[in-house]
């Protein structure tokens, strides 16, 4: 039996990893370039880091959650799934 430390990922964690995943396919960002992204933002995740958060092998903290919606130019609702993530899109992220 495979020992498992600390708490697992919720439903919580599970719909913010997805609507993260959502926000960044629907906008057609790779994760090499959100992983660039984050580090403008002033907090750099690796592209593994990210991936590890979609596919739901890591857990997402306040920090992160900050920067990612920063990076992707979306409200913290909006990654939340407390808003519209149409309505709460600040300013469209274009491609460097």
Known sequence: MERQRGN?????GERIAGNI????KTRGIDLRY???????AGRYMSPSALSKL?????????D?????AD???????ALLGLSDHE???????AKR
Request: no cysteine; charged share 30%.
């Open 21 to 24: 995943s959502m926000v960044r």
């Open 87 to 93: 309505v709460a899109v600040r300013v469209p992220l």
């Open 8 to 12: 697992g990922i919720g439903e919580d």
């Open 64 to 68: 992160d959650l900050f920067v990612l």
């Open 71 to 77: 990076a992707l130019a979306v409200s913290v609702d």
């Open 54 to 62: 979609e596919n739901l092998d890591r857990k997402i903290d306040v």
């Open 34 to 40: 959100l992983s660039a992204a984050t580090r403008e």
